[in-house]
């Protein structure tokens, strides 16, 4: 075998090793990877931790209005109710943000791609524990 059939043999078995994502196990069961938890945590260091805080333990007084009437972000770490709306529409919250709503939360469907989407939602639910990720589901939470 001659090192240039080799090392095109290398190259071509990373990158299709590397784009087998759906090989992966699954974190502790859930719906996602570690590979999506770790992209998810980069991503919202970058975009969310801003306003929900880089553990996305939210604002301490998440609860109470501010002087605009619109209260702060709240926690996603399973402390508030994220945990009460599906998958879809923890999605279609971050595509759309929440201010036509009534919040403040700015859309970011232009910035993050559904697989970014989803590796976000997949960090903020790595925080859960399991009595919170198993009612989550339950809820129907993958619908």
């Known amino acids: 075998m001659s090192n240039r059939f080799f090392a095109a043999y290398t190259l071509s078995m990373a990158v299709f090793i590397s784009g087998c994502s759906d090989g992966e196990p699954k974190v502790d069961g859930r719906w996602y990877t570690q590979s999506q938890v770790d992209n998810g945590k980069q991503l919202f260091l970058a975009q969310c931790a801003n306003c929900h805080g880089a553990s996305a333990e939210g604002t ?3 609860k109470k209005p501010l002087a605009d009437g ?30 036509a709503l009534g919040g403040s939360m700015p859309a970011f469907g232009d910035k ?21 990720y198993s009612a989550w589901v339950e809820r129907g939470g993958l619908k």
């Not at 702060?72 to 759309?96: C, E, M, R, V, Y």
């Not at 697989?115 to 009595?131: L, N, R, T």
């Open 70 to 99: 619109k209260y702060p972000p709240p926690p996603l770490d399973s402390t508030a109710h994220a945990w009460h709306h599906p998958l879809k529409g923890l999605k279609l919250t971050i595509q759309n943000g929440g201010i």
């Open 112 to 132: 993050l791609s559904e697989e970014g989407q989803s590796a976000v939602i997949s960090f903020f639910q790595s925080k859960w524990p399991e009595e919170i």
């Open 60 to 62: 301490a007084d998440w």
